[in-house]
Nanobody, 127 residues
């Protein structure tokens, strides 16, 4: 089992920044691939970014490329999502997800590839 706790959401004006954190526990963090997803009201959950267990490979959805940065600190068992130049369309509940990948240092892009999910944190961007 992997437990995930997100933090860092909030209300910000368009053009502003937020940093989301997701603290993991329960398994060796360096064996876990991580991802960030978001879901806006009335919309399906979508992939925002993903990172391999070593941090050596990252993926970004085109809608956030150049504005968001995913990173991880394996010593702190935490994955981050730095969000800059925020837009109203970034408003959503953001979830982190985890999947144990003890033998593969690859990332996972799709939500169906993750077994563990956090409770979500609300990000609201005002215009």
């Amino acid at each position: 089992q992997v437990q995930l706790v997100e933090s860092g959401g909030g209300l910000v004006q368009a053009g502003g920044s937020l940093r989301l954190s997701c603290a993991a526990s329960g398994r060796t963090f360096s064996n876990i691939a991580m991802g960030w997803f978001r879901q806006a009201p009335g919309k399906e959950r979508e992939t925002v970014a993903a990172i391999s267990r070593s941090g050596g490979t990252t993926y970004y959805d085109d809608s956030v490329k150049g504005r968001f940065t995913i990173s991880r600190d394996n010593a702190k068992n935490t994955v981050y999502l730095q969000m800059n130049s925020l837009k109203p369309e970034d408003t959503a509940v953001y979830y982190c997800a985890a999947q144990v990948r003890a033998f593969l240092d690859t990332l996972i892009q799709t939500s169906s590839g993750y077994s563990y999910w956090g409770q979500g944190t609300q990000v609201t961007v005002s215009s």
